[in-house]
């Protein structure tokens, strides 16, 4: 028994210890099968999550919506610390929100904000359930990013970039107000805003700060601003950006400078205030400066600098650039036109016009002027900048500026005009300056060189050069001859005498002139040196003539065709008669007639004034040379002399005239003697008597009424006393006297007619 006791016990203790194997394995199975029991949370958590999300609700919609991949909420300070998040900021509207993307950042419950520190992805503005509308602002990425949940309000103070549909940018720092959608780039701002054109120019913004309102479609831009697109190139202060749904289509800019750059030519501009407004496709279409305006066209041939109160510039927008198209400037106009240096010294001069308004247009393609036009009271001056040409200037209304290839001027009209050309000096003395007056005038200027070649005015011409005076219906210069042609009633004088006829043509640096058709003038005597009766220091001599001309500074006066001079009572008539003032001779050739009125020496002029009819000395012939230094008066070519009842008749005459009797008291007569040589005849009749004389020489003395008959074979036949013939006879007029001087070898004789 005891050994089957044994045994049932040693069974017990098997099944014990099976029942244990087998509970412990169990009991290990089991464990193994069970869910690990959760670690312990760090002091300072909370709780811990994975696939987290959180909303807050405003109204009928959310107003913020984060989800998270994993969550973990601190303690203290009380906030989630989430990883990969998506945020959505919801706008006011509940229309639209803004999306943020991160990979980690803390939300903080007791301040409701979001924080990322690492980088961060925003997009704003995105429509529920549907695509952006074109041109808003798209994406921005940034870290350092700041998400206010109870304004929605984003902004970091790190490097930023961003994301249009048409653009891109990048700043430090940057804020975004979903409330009033507005973007605020706080330092170093670049924009770079891509047109809706085919032209893939983008145009770059730049600036120190830029705040971008959504809502009212507009960028403003401080303290300072920049712009670049291509060629073109806008700096300023203070700017503001518009923009529509094609792009930027207008931006105004504070203290701005802009400039534009082509082949061979650029454009600078600048003002207090500078607007410029882009068409659909971002070309600039026109600009607009305000305030101490001032616009550089620099090209090969010159630089033109315009300054004003205000200039607009019109352009053609095109692809690949706009082309100017127009220029108007407003207030206080100065448009100087300086050329370059040129490598034949041709150079022209210097142009400045002055107006308050002044349109300028421009040739197709934008790339030279083609006409410049003033509306008001305007200036144009022109500069020298080489020997030869002269300073001018013109005051008038209404320019109207021509110009040719190359920006080379071509014509320029005016109307109510005056002009001042400042002439050089001449032996070092000044000489007085060049003025002119007239209603309408034209100018055109040669286009090798850029100088002006004629000027033509008309409509009450009027000239001015020192003393020197004209005026005519129209007038023509010639700048390469300096002629100046008067046409219409033209007329030229000064303090010693005056010129009338149909056309004057005259000579600038000489004062010498050409008159034609109908030719009147008058002219004072030269007062240096003794007078005569031809020349008289006191009567103004007169003169008509089909044509006159000067030379020699006016000392040689030159009348033609159908002429006539007259000098008080003296008077010379011919086909020509020539002045010389410096060698004071007189000359006078085709059918000359002179006449002188007879006074007797010493006579009053009263008294000859009471005579019913005064006596004149005329004298014909083919030509005549007077002298003033022996006071003679040659008549050549077969002459006559007729004084009263004597006539006389020779090849050739000679009148010596007298001097005259002194200051104040010169005799209007100036006749002394007529000496007469060839073929001489002398013929006197009166009270039923004739004389007749015949030699080669004779002589006559007016105031002795003494004639003298010499050479050849004198004769004088009386119809009273018969002939008398003698080497030399001398007869008296006055007192019928007869003296006769015969030879030794042959006496003299004389046939007595006995009644």
Request: hydrophobic share 35%.
């Amino acid at each position: 028994m005891r050994r089957v006791r044994s045994l049932f016990l040693l069974a017990i203790a098997a099944i014990a210890v099976y029942l244990g194997l087998t509970y412990r394995e169990r009991l290990e199975h089991l464990r193994r099968r069970s869910p690990q029991p959760p670690k312990a949370l760090p002091r300072d958590v909370n709780a811990t999550a994975s696939d987290w999300h959180w909303e807050k609700s405003a109204g009928a919609g959310p107003n913020v919506s984060v989800r998270a991949r994993n969550f973990r909420q601190i303690k203290e300070p009380n906030r989630f610390e989430l990883e990969k998040v998506e945020l959505k900021i919801y706008h006011k509207d509940g229309k639209s929100y803004d999306h943020i993307l991160c990979d980690r950042a803390v939300f903080d419950l007791t301040e409701a904000y979001l924080f990322s520190e690492g980088e961060a992805d925003i997009t704003m503005g995105v429509p529920e359930g549907e695509e952006p509308l074109p041109g808003k602002l798209i994406r921005i990425r940034s870290s350092g990013i700041r998400f206010d949940s109870r304004t929605g309000k984003a902004e970091t103070d790190r490097e930023a970039s961003f994301a249009f549909e048409r653009g891109e940018g990048k700043a430090v720092g940057a804020s975004y107000d979903p409330s009033t959608r507005d973007l605020h780039l706080r330092s170093r701002a670049e924009l770079i805003w891509k047109d809706a054109g085919p032209d893939p120019r983008p145009m770059i913004v730049e600036s120190d700060q830029v705040l971008y309102k959504e809502t009212e479609s507009k960028v403003y831009l401080s303290p300072w601003s920049r712009f670049r697109r291509g060629n073109t190139k806008l700096e300023g202060k203070t700017a503001t950006v518009f923009l529509d749904k094609s792009g930027i289509r207008q931006v105004e800019a504070a203290s701005a400078q802009g400039a534009d750059q082509f082949t061979g030519r650029s454009m600078e501009y600048a003002a207090d205030r500078l607007n410029l407004y882009f068409s659909p496709i971002s070309e600039v279409e026109r600009i607009e400066g305000k305030g101490n305006a001032r616009l550089v066209a620099v090209s090969e041939q010159a630089v033109t600098t315009t300054t004003t109160d205000r200039v607009d510039l019109e352009f053609e927008a095109a692809t690949g650039g706009s082309q100017l198209q127009r220029v108007l400037a407003q207030g206080k106009t100065v448009i100087e036109s300086k050329p370059n240096q040129r490598a034949d010294r041709l150079t022209p001069e210097t142009r400045i016009l002055r107006s308050e308004i002044v349109s300028l247009k421009m040739t197709p393609g934008g790339r030279e002027l083609e006409t410049m036009e003033t509306e008001m009271p305007s200036v144009l001056e022109f500069l020298p900048n080489r020997p030869g040409q002269k300073r001018r200037r013109v005051d008038g209304n209404r320019f109207l500026v021509v110009y040719g290839p190359e920006n080379r001027l071509d014509s320029f009209r005016a109307t109510s005009v005056a002009t001042k050309t400042e002439n050089e000096p001449k032996q070092g003395k000044p000489v007085p300056h060049s003025l002119t007056w007239s209603k309408e005038m034209l100018a055109r200027f040669a286009q090798k060189t850029g100088d002006m070649e004629r000027l033509e005015q008309w409509g009450d011409f009027r000239y001015e050069e020192g003393e020197r005076r004209a005026r005519s219906g129209r007038a023509t210069l010639d700048n390469a001859t300096g002629r100046i042609h008067l046409r219409e009633n033209a007329r030229v004088w000064d303090p010693q005498g005056s010129t009338n006829a149909d056309t004057i043509e005259m000579q600038q640096n000489t004062s010498d002139f050409f008159a034609e058709g109908s030719v009147a003038s008058s002219r004072l005597p030269d007062r240096k040196g003794a007078g005569t009766a031809m020349l008289s220091r006191e009567e103004p001599l007169q003169a008509r003539a089909q044509r006159m001309s000067t030379s020699a500074g006016q000392s040689v006066i030159l009348y033609e065709g159908s002429a006539v001079l007259w000098q008080g009572s003296s008077r010379v008539q011919a086909d020509r008669i020539e002045i010389d003032r410096g060698a004071r001779t007189l000359r006078a050739n085709g059918r000359v007639i002179s006449q002188l009125l007879d006074q007797r020496k010493n006579e009053p002029k009263k008294a000859a004034s009471k005579q019913t009819s005064p006596l004149f000395t005329l004298i014909h012939a083919p030509a005549m040379v007077y002298t003033d230094r022996d006071r003679t008066a040659h008549y050549s070519g077969g002459s006559m002399l007729r004084r009263g009842d004597l006539e006389v008749r020779a090849r050739e005459i000679r009148a010596l005239l007298k001097e005259q009797s002194g200051e104040g008291k010169e005799d209007e007569s100036s006749l002394d003697r007529a000496l007469a040589d060839g073929g001489v005849v002398i013929l006197e009749s009166s009270n039923g008597r004739t004389r007749r004389g015949v030699s080669e020489h004779a002589e006559y003395y007016l105031d002795e009424g003494k004639v003298i008959l010499e050479g050849g074979q004198p004769v004088l036949q009386d119809t009273l006393r018969g002939a008398t013939r003698g080497r030399q006879l001398i007869y008296y007029s006055s007192d019928d006297r007869l003296l006769v001087n015969g030879v030794p070898a042959q006496p003299a004789v004389s046939t007595i007619r006995r009644k």
